[in-house]
T-cell receptor
Framework: SQKIEQNSEALNIQEGKTATLTCNYTNYSPAYLQWYRQDPGRGPVFLLL?????KEKRKERLKVTFDTTLKQSLFHITASQPADSATYLCALDDRRALTFGSGTRLQVQP | EPEVTQTPSHQVTQMGQEVILRCVPISNHLYFYWYRQILGQKVEFLVS????????KSEIFDDQFSVERPDGSNFTLKIRSTKLEDSAMYFCASREQGWDNNEQFFGPGTRLTVL
């Protein structure tokens, strides 16, 4: 079965800097890779999806890359704000179900 | 903006009791899911449901679990005889029809506490 690793349990950065979160997986490359945001006690909220044949996807201050050779996705938040503080989940999507990583907790300091 | 709703927000039950968790998916969505998240752990897939039948289920989804779409709006998860280890947040999710519309919309969750 797939193993998914997300970098470090917590990431602390200063407001205005770029946050970079890593998602590594083993075994096969999924059809899609998705990123979600989860706030404490809440359900995941979809942010971005990237397909296996795409290298990069952008949406406002967010950017996702997908390298099927390295079996890795990077998630960037530029010009970070304290409101971006949350746990960010990587999820592998094989068109049947989502397999989530354990998440990276991002704390943006003002 | 349409959203997935779940009731109750918190359910406390005694071990061995049956519980039913309820979800109202977004109205034009056709794929429905249940996930669970044990405190401090990752979100885990339980089951997916399409066209009135289970599409996929995980190893967690054993005979104690069942799902149903009793009418045109509700989607329920039943746990027949709860165990202590069933204590978790249970999330319902839905998505549109379409091979490429893979964004899943999650509800706020039901916190299940088994005593």
């Amino acid at each position: 079965s797939q193993k998914i690793e997300q970098n470090s349990e917590a990431l602390n950065i200063q407001e205005g800097k770029t946050a970079t979160l890593t998602c590594n997986y083993t075994n096969y490359s999924p059809a899609y890779l998705q990123w979600y945001r989860q706030d404490p006690g809440r359900g995941p909220v979809f942010l971005l999806l990237i397909r296996e044949n795409e290298k990069e996807k952008r949406k406002e201050r967010l950017k996702v890359t997908f390298d099927t050779t390295l079996k890795q996705s990077l998630f960037h938040i530029t010009a970070s704000q304290p409101a971006d503080s949350a746990t960010y989940l990587c999820a592998l999507d094989d068109r049947r179900a989502l397999t989530f990583g354990s998440g990276t907790r991002l704390q943006v300091q003002p | 903006e349409p959203e997935v709703t779940q009731t109750p927000s918190h359910q406390v039950t005694q071990m061995g009791q049956e519980v039913i968790l309820r979800c109202v998916p977004i109205s034009n969505h056709l794929y429905f899911y249940w996930y669970r998240q044990i405190l401090g752990q990752k979100v885990e897939f339980l089951v997916s449901f399409y066209n009135n039948e289970i599409s996929e289920k995980s190893e967690i989804f054993d005979d104690q679990f069942s799902v149903e779409r009793p009418d045109g709006s509700n989607f329920t998860l039943k746990i027949r005889s709860t165990k202590l280890e069933d204590s978790a947040m249970y999330f319902c999710a839905s998505r549109e029809q379409g091979w490429d519309n893979n964004e899943q919309f999650f509800g706020p969750g039901t916190r299940l506490t088994v005593l």
